[in-house]
């Protein structure tokens, strides 16, 4: 799930679109909320996570982080590792 400025077909920021590019690249399933539509979701997700900037990534109900974090998992390769079981699920059922 990610959380972010406008949604994944159009973002509203260059770091929204920065991590919808990054995470497009694994070909995974991407779900988004667009928190600029619901202030309240804004408020709340930013109070669960303890981050005060958006986009917020969570994969698999896991808090990662903003886009400057996935960039530097996709660099080093640790993205690959994390996304790697659900590009598993997504062949299986293709």
């Excluded at 260059?14 to 667009?34: C, E």
């Excluded at 804004?42 to 400057?68: C, L, M």
């Excluded at 960039?71 to 640790?78: R, T």
Aim: glycine fraction near 6%; charge should be positive; aromatic fraction near 10%.
């Amino acid at each position: 799930m990610i959380y972010m400025k406008g949604v994944p077909e159009f973002p509203q920021c260059g770091f929204s679109s920065l991590a919808v590019r990054v995470l497009k690249h694994y070909n995974v399933p991407l779900s988004a909320r667009n928190i600029l539509e619901d202030p309240e979701l804004k408020a709340a997700v930013k109070s669960y996570s303890h981050w005060p900037t958006f986009p917020q990534i969570f994969i698999q109900g896991e808090f990662i982080g903003g886009s400057d974090i996935i960039m530097n998992m996709h660099q080093s390769g640790e993205l690959k590792e994390k996304l790697k079981d659900i590009a598993a699920n997504r062949d299986k059922t293709a």
